[in-house]
């Protein structure tokens, strides 16, 4: 015997339509448009630092350099490029170790303890977002001086890892809050302390936000200008980017070099971002929490 259908369901589902299985032109035009903008500029960077000095002011951007040369680069090598490279992966490595053993912990206790006192912590490093580096770069100034710290890599790493905390404490509170709470109960009723939590629990779970922290504390520590503008004055504690900037009237109009000087002061950074990529991108992911 045939039976119908219920009383009021559909004799057969209606098939849903799947958007994201059609082709959508305008966003494939925009990201056309958008990796131009991109590759264009790094390609004419390239090409540019490989061109011989004297064809460099009459170059078109776009064309390849018809005699490539490494001249620029051997230039750049020659003049101290190794020294400011030394001196910024130190002064990018202590602003890394520095944000993690403070910011891991800081974020635990934001997403564990519910007193206010956490709370008020954890809303005081958010305002910190809100604060630009250059409001205070004079109360700094004189700190630094009254510290004697004036004219050394202290002097860049301290400020720079300050400013990069606020950042990197809601990225990891984001992150550790997509931590299950069955997971704290089971190592609790095992008899585990905060401590062991922390380190047998949170790290391996948060290594995401982790690394999004370390490559964002990095690129801080990498690409500042201002803070060692401001508090160094010899070439000892000198870093990149502030070679860079004395590379306009060190080298003149050679403008080739000073490319070839930013190629090679990218190439670093750009590794550890290869590197850390997928872990960079699902620790954005987990930056608004639950």
Same mark, same amino acid.
């Given at each position: 015997?045939?039976?119908?259908?219920?009383?009021?369901? $559909?004799?057969?589902?209606?098939?849903? !339509?799947?958007?994201?299985?059609?082709?959508?032109?305008?966003?494939?035009?925009?990201?056309?448009?958008?990796?131009?903008?991109?590759?264009?500029?790094?390609?004419?960077?390239?090409?540019?630092?490989?061109?011989?000095?004297?064809?460099?002011?009459?170059?078109?951007?776009?064309?390849?350099?018809?005699?490539?040369?490494?001249?620029?680069?051997?230039?750049?090598?020659?003049?101290?490029?190794?020294?400011?490279?030394?001196?910024?992966?130190?002064?990018?490595?202590?602003?890394?170790?520095?944000?993690?053993?403070?910011?891991?912990?800081?974020?635990?206790?934001?997403?564990?303890?519910?007193?206010?006192?956490?709370?008020?912590?954890?809303?005081?490093?958010?305002?910190?977002?809100?604060?630009?580096?250059?409001?205070?770069?004079?109360?700094?100034?004189?700190?630094?001086?009254?510290?004697?710290?004036?004219?050394?890599?202290?002097?860049?790493?301290?400020?720079?890892?300050?400013?990069?905390?606020?950042?990197?404490?809601?990225?990891?509170?984001?992150?550790?809050?997509?931590?299950?709470? $069955?997971?704290?109960?089971?190592?609790?009723? $095992?008899?585990?302390?905060?401590?062991?939590?922390?380190?047998?629990?949170?790290?391996?779970?948060? !290594?995401?936000?982790?690394?999004?922290?370390?490559?964002?504390?990095?690129?801080?520590?990498?690409?500042?200008?201002?803070?060692?503008?401001?508090?160094?004055?010899?070439?000892?504690?000198?870093?990149?980017?502030?070679?860079?900037?004395?590379?306009?009237?060190?080298?003149?109009?050679?403008?080739?070099?000073?490319?070839?000087?930013?190629?090679?002061?990218?190439?670093?950074?750009?590794?550890?971002?290869?590197?850390?990529?997928?872990?960079?991108?699902?620790?954005?992911?987990?930056?608004?929490? !639950?």
């Amino acid at each position: 015997m045939r039976t119908g259908p219920a009383p009021g369901t $559909d004799p057969a589902p209606r098939r849903r !339509k799947h958007w994201s299985g059609r082709a959508n032109p305008l966003a494939g035009l925009g990201s056309v448009l958008w990796l131009a903008v991109v590759v264009v500029p790094v390609y004419a960077m390239i090409s540019a630092s490989l061109t011989h000095q004297s064809e460099a002011l009459g170059h078109n951007a776009l064309k390849p350099p018809s005699h490539p040369t490494l001249d620029n680069y051997e230039t750049v090598l020659h003049n101290g490029f190794g020294h400011l490279l030394w001196n910024t992966v130190l002064a990018a490595a202590a602003v890394v170790a520095i944000v993690l053993v403070l910011c891991v912990p800081l974020s635990y206790v934001a997403v564990r303890t519910r007193s206010i006192w956490s709370g008020a912590a954890f809303r005081l490093f958010l305002l910190g977002v809100a604060i630009p580096a250059q409001a205070v770069v004079v109360p700094l100034y004189l700190m630094i001086a009254k510290l004697d710290l004036y004219d050394s890599l202290l002097a860049i790493i301290l400020p720079t890892a300050a400013f990069a905390m606020p950042v990197s404490v809601l990225i990891l509170t984001g992150t550790l809050r997509d931590i299950s709470e $069955d997971l704290y109960e089971a190592m609790a009723l $095992d008899g585990a302390s905060p401590t062991r939590m922390l380190f047998q629990l949170v790290v391996p779970l948060a !290594k995401g936000g982790i690394s999004t922290v370390v490559v964002y504390a990095a690129l801080q520590a990498w690409n500042g200008l201002l803070f060692p503008l401001i508090f160094t004055q010899s070439d000892g504690p000198r870093v990149l980017t502030l070679g860079l900037f004395n590379y306009v009237s060190e080298f003149g109009v050679n403008i080739p070099a000073l490319l070839a000087s930013v190629v090679l002061s990218g190439v670093p950074i750009f590794v550890v971002y290869l590197v850390a990529r997928r872990a960079l991108v699902g620790g954005l992911m987990g930056v608004g929490g !639950k």
